[in-house]
Each structure stands twice: as C-alpha cells, then as structure tokens.
C-alpha cells in the first residue's frame, strides 16, 4: 500500500500520529483500509492517475470511465488523454447525460448493464452521485474501480457502502469501497463553491455524531471503536480550520478538508458502519430525503440537509446539557415511557401509513426496549451523567460557533435556508427520531422523557413586536431565547 499526502509518498504500516501529522493519519487509514489499498491527494495528480491505474490494475486492463457532462468537461476529458498518452487501453466513457441525475437505483442499473458487455475496470470520474453509482455497479458486475475526486462535496469516496435511492427511500447498499482514490486539488478547488461548501458540512456533521457516539459509548450501547474515532476526531478540527478558505478555493483549505472527508470514509471502511461519521444530524436528512423535500424546484445536497440537521442537534445538546439528569425520577419515566400501542399511534400521526411510517414501524421494532431494560438504562444514566456531560462540554463548540462556521463556508445553518419552516423543523425532531434505530440524543431525549420539553424551549410561541420603529405585524423573540435571536432572518442559500 501506498499513501500520498501532497504528492510526497510514502509506505503505509501503523502508528502513532498527531493531528499535525497528515502522512501518519494517511499511513494509518491505509493501515486499517479493507479495499483502498492506494490514496493520492495533492495538486496536478490528473496526468499520474494512468500510473496508479497500473499500479493496482495492470497495464493491459482497459479502463472505463465513467462520468457526468459536467466532470467529463472538469477532469474526464484530461483524464481521457492522460490514458492516451501513456497507451493505455481504454473502452469508450459512460457518460450519463441526463441533467436531473443523482444516486437513484434506476442509474445504477444502466451502468450495470454497460459494465457486463466488458471487463474493462470502471473510472469513475466525479462526487458523491458518480461515486456511489458506480461503487454499486462495479460490485454487482464483479470488479472493483479507480475514484477520481472532482470535488470534496462529501465523504463516501473512501466508505465502504452505496448511499441509493431506492423505491423512495435513501438505502445504505452493502459494496467494498474504491481500490484506489485520486484528489486532484486543482480540480477540487476550482469545483463550483456549493459543492465543497456541502462537504464542509458534512464534514462538520461529525463533531456532533461524535457526540452521539461518546453517549452511546458511555451508557454501554454502543462502544467507541479507537481506530475509527481517531481517523475521524484526532484531525477533525484542524481539517475545519479555515471555512473562508474553503468558500474562496484556497489550496491549503480545500486540501485539509479533502483529507479530513477522506478519513471518515476510512472509518466507515474499517468498521463497515457509518456510526463514526453519522449521527442524528444525518436523520434529519435521510427524513427529509424519504419525504422527497425540495427548495426552489430541486432538492437541497446531502450537505446542506445535514448542516441544519447539525445545528439542530447541536442546540438539542445544549438544552439536555443544562438538565440535572443525574437527579432524574427513574420511577415515574419508567411509568410514563411510551408502549408500543403509543408509539404506532405516533407513527401514525407524524408519518402517515405509507412507506416512511412501515420505515419507522421497522425501525422502532429494533430498538424497542422493556420498562426493566429502560429502567437499568436511566439507572445508569444517572450514573455517568456528571462525567458525560463534561465529556459532551468538551467535544461539543457551541452551537452559534457552529452555524458561523457553516456560514463562513457558504452552507446554510438555519432550516429557512432549504426551504423547511420552524414548525416543521420541530416535528422533525420527533420524525428523524422513529425512522433509526441507532441510539442518539433523540434517543437520549426520549428515553429520559424530556424531548417535548427540551422542544418547547427550542421553539417558544413568538411574540409581537410593538417597538415603534418595527414593521407592522413582525414576529420576534426575546434576544438570546429559543432558536437564535431577534427576529427569524436568514441569508439566502442556493437549494
């Protein structure tokens, strides 16, 4: 295995490393990868990837690429001739040309069939709808592929699964991750700014499934996996340090996030979960994603769904970090707690009785738990509370740092932004929590009965403004109550 950082390269084996050190996390990512075998990031990497081809193909195997009309004309197409100059045999692309394309089953499909009428190993020159269509053919046709970044809009290009449409609901398919990653930074940083600003975001998603992951760790769910949470924690903030830079397209910016979106699909790759790179700020997208939400005619990116998904948690965190749960009545929650006749009504009356409720039916089936497993829950709950909440203290930035960030790169933080109100942003809350069984802090708030109140605090009933100077009939909030301050503005982000 070889791992590239900047183009300097280096042989991959365990060990130690500081969020400083890009070559080591790389070494150990590779170390730990169960397909990616090689990972280059760097400036003018289009001309080498003939070479990398070979290094993990062969010289005599052809190769397919496979594109969009738009990454055809970013990359393809220099690509293409980088093959021709190093006579290598290629098979002629794939390139879907439909303008409403994204990560739909029927896509995958057609490049299957094209896959089966060659043994050509597939190119796939792209994001996130290239990537995971092709992830998913090149499985069912028997080969793995080559991935060539054409943005950093998401972190699936290392993660081992398929994230498809599929008869209307967004579907993990189970498919090894590429053999080999080329990131080309020039062709990254020159990617149009909504899409990096996407991969910002979901990048930024990870501090709060981090948190997530540190509860269900601490009330013995779900155990941190070391390896995993170091890939993805340990270079995390750096990798988030500049999002100005990320919006402008500068180098140093888009590389360090490139590599930090690279390393949470190591994680995912190595504990074949998307556990470390996905919480409860990834529900609200795939709820919103199941609902076929759209914002000016189309629907807004994955990473602009989880950026208010984020920050929406975020604030949820900071209204249960404020709650003494170590005092919490374990008698009357247990008492209280919903049956499953409770919760069937509630499917019903918060998703209808088509797919999305049989979804949640599912769903809340496997996490189902008795009053005396939730009793021993909350009694440990209780146990840890005053340690995990300053384990949360210390991981979690505050939610308005968070919503600055996101705005500093150009992704939305507040739900107007993709076109959801407040009010259903707060019955998402309850939504996104019955359609996962994974445990987090929707969990967390139900389990120990304080969602609804958490929410009425979040979402306060708005009063009138009668300040003179205020324009007739505007709704305000108190300053520094409920969610955010003054009257419910937002700057516009394209959908």
Same mark, same amino acid.
């Given at each position: 295995m070889t791992a590239t950082t900047d183009t300097a390269t280096t042989t991959a084996a365990p060990g130690t490393h500081s969020s400083g050190d890009g070559q080591a996390l790389i070494r150990r990512a590779l170390a730990a990868a169960r397909e990616t075998r090689r990972l280059e990031v760097g400036?003018?990497?289009?001309?080498?990837? #003939? *070479?990398?081809? +070979?290094?993990?193909?062969?010289?005599?195997?052809? !190769? /397919?690429?496979?594109?969009?009309?738009?990454?055809?004309?970013?990359?393809?197409?220099?690509v293409l001739a980088a093959f021709a100059a190093a006579g290598h045999p290629t098979v002629e692309p794939f390139v879907f040309d439909d303008p409403a394309l994204y990560a739909e089953h029927k896509y995958v499909?057609?490049?299957?069939?094209?896959?089966?009428?060659?043994?050509?190993?597939?190119?796939?020159v792209g994001s996130g709808?290239?990537?995971?269509?092709?992830?998913?053919?090149?499985?069912?046709?028997?080969?793995?592929?080559?991935?060539?970044?054409?943005?950093?809009?998401?972190?699936?290009?290392?993660?081992?699964?398929?994230?498809?449409?599929?008869?209307?609901?967004?579907?993990?398919?189970?498919? #090894? *991750?590429?053999? +080999?990653?080329?990131?080309?930074?020039?062709?990254? !940083? /020159?990617?149009?700014p909504i899409l990096n600003a996407a991969g910002?975001?979901?990048?930024?998603?990870?501090?709060?499934?981090?948190?997530d992951w540190i509860v269900a760790d601490a009330l013995g769910i779900e155990p941190i996996d070391p390896t995993a949470w170091d890939l993805v924690?340990?270079?995390?903030?750096?990798?988030?340090?500049?999002?100005?830079?990320?919006?402008?397209?500068?180098?140093?910016?888009?590389?360090?996030?490139?590599?930090?979106?690279?390393?949470?699909?190591?994680?995912?790759?190595?504990?074949?979960?998307?556990?470390?790179?996905?919480?409860?700020?990834?529900?609200?997208?795939?709820?919103?994603?199941?609902?076929?939400?759209?914002?000016?005619?189309?629907?807004?990116?994955?990473g602009f769904k989880v950026a208010v998904g984020t920050v929406a948690v975020a604030r949820l965190y900071e209204q249960l970090l404020g709650l003494p749960l170590d005092e919490l009545d374990i008698d009357g929650t247990v008492a209280t707690a919903p049956t499953a006749a409770d919760t069937e009504a509630d499917i019903v009356r918060r998703l209808g009785d088509g797919e999305l409720a049989d979804k949640a039916r599912l769903e809340m089936t496997a996490k189902s738990i008795t009053p005396a497993a939730l009793r021993d829950r909350l009694r440990r709950l209780r146990e840890v509370w005053p340690t995990l909440r300053e384990r949360?203290?210390?991981?979690?930035?505050?939610?308005?740092?968070?919503?600055?960030?996101?705005?500093?790169a150009g992704a939305p933080s507040e739900p107007e932004q993709v076109g959801i109100s407040r009010d259903r942003l707060r019955d998402s809350y309850h939504q996104a929590y019955l359609i996962r069984r994974?445990?987090?802090?929707?969990?967390?708030?139900?389990?120990?009965?304080?969602?609804?109140?958490?929410?009425?605090?979040?979402?306060?009933?708005?009063?009138?403004?009668?300040?003179?100077?205020?324009?007739?009939?505007?709704?305000?909030?108190?300053?520094?109550?409920?969610?955010?301050?003054?009257?419910?503005?937002?700057?516009?982000v394209p959908p």
């Amino acid at each position: 295995m070889t791992a590239t950082t900047d183009t300097a390269t280096t042989t991959a084996a365990p060990g130690t490393h500081s969020s400083g050190d890009g070559q080591a996390l790389i070494r150990r990512a590779l170390a730990a990868a169960r397909e990616t075998r090689r990972l280059e990031v760097g400036p003018d990497l289009l001309g080498t990837i #003939p *070479a990398v081809f +070979a290094d993990q193909f062969g010289r005599e195997r052809p !190769a /397919a690429l496979v594109t969009d009309r738009h990454t055809l004309a970013a990359a393809g197409e220099a690509v293409l001739a980088a093959f021709a100059a190093a006579g290598h045999p290629t098979v002629e692309p794939f390139v879907f040309d439909d303008p409403a394309l994204y990560a739909e089953h029927k896509y995958v499909e057609q490049l299957q069939a094209w896959l089966a009428t060659h043994d050509a190993v597939p190119v796939a020159v792209g994001s996130g709808t290239i990537n995971d269509v092709t992830k998913l053919a090149a499985h069912r046709t028997g080969r793995q592929y080559l991935s060539v970044a054409t943005a950093a809009s998401m972190d699936g290009y290392t993660a081992f699964g398929a994230s498809i449409t599929f008869k209307g609901s967004k579907q993990t398919f189970d498919c #090894p *991750a590429p053999q +080999a990653v080329v990131a080309d930074l020039d062709v990254i !940083a /020159a990617a149009p700014p909504i899409l990096n600003a996407a991969g910002y975001a979901d990048l930024l998603a990870k501090v709060t499934a981090g948190a997530d992951w540190i509860v269900a760790d601490a009330l013995g769910i779900e155990p941190i996996d070391p390896t995993a949470w170091d890939l993805v924690q340990v270079p995390l903030m750096a990798s988030l340090a500049d999002p100005a830079g990320v919006r402008r397209g500068d180098i140093k910016a888009v590389g360090d996030l490139t590599r930090g979106l690279m390393m949470g699909g190591f994680a995912m790759q190595w504990t074949k979960s998307s556990r470390p790179a996905s919480g409860a700020e990834h529900q609200f997208s795939h709820l919103w994603d199941m609902q076929h939400h759209t914002h000016g005619g189309a629907a807004p990116s994955h990473g602009f769904k989880v950026a208010v998904g984020t920050v929406a948690v975020a604030r949820l965190y900071e209204q249960l970090l404020g709650l003494p749960l170590d005092e919490l009545d374990i008698d009357g929650t247990v008492a209280t707690a919903p049956t499953a006749a409770d919760t069937e009504a509630d499917i019903v009356r918060r998703l209808g009785d088509g797919e999305l409720a049989d979804k949640a039916r599912l769903e809340m089936t496997a996490k189902s738990i008795t009053p005396a497993a939730l009793r021993d829950r909350l009694r440990r709950l209780r146990e840890v509370w005053p340690t995990l909440r300053e384990r949360l203290r210390a991981h979690l930035p505050p939610a308005a740092k968070l919503a600055e960030m996101l705005a500093a790169a150009g992704a939305p933080s507040e739900p107007e932004q993709v076109g959801i109100s407040r009010d259903r942003l707060r019955d998402s809350y309850h939504q996104a929590y019955l359609i996962r069984r994974r445990f987090t802090v929707l969990d967390l708030a139900v389990e120990a009965g304080v969602l609804d109140a958490s929410l009425g605090r979040l979402f306060p009933p708005l009063r009138r403004s009668f300040h003179p100077r205020a324009r007739r009939g505007t709704a305000s909030l108190p300053p520094g109550e409920g969610w955010g301050e003054g009257e419910r503005r937002c700057d516009p982000v394209p959908p």
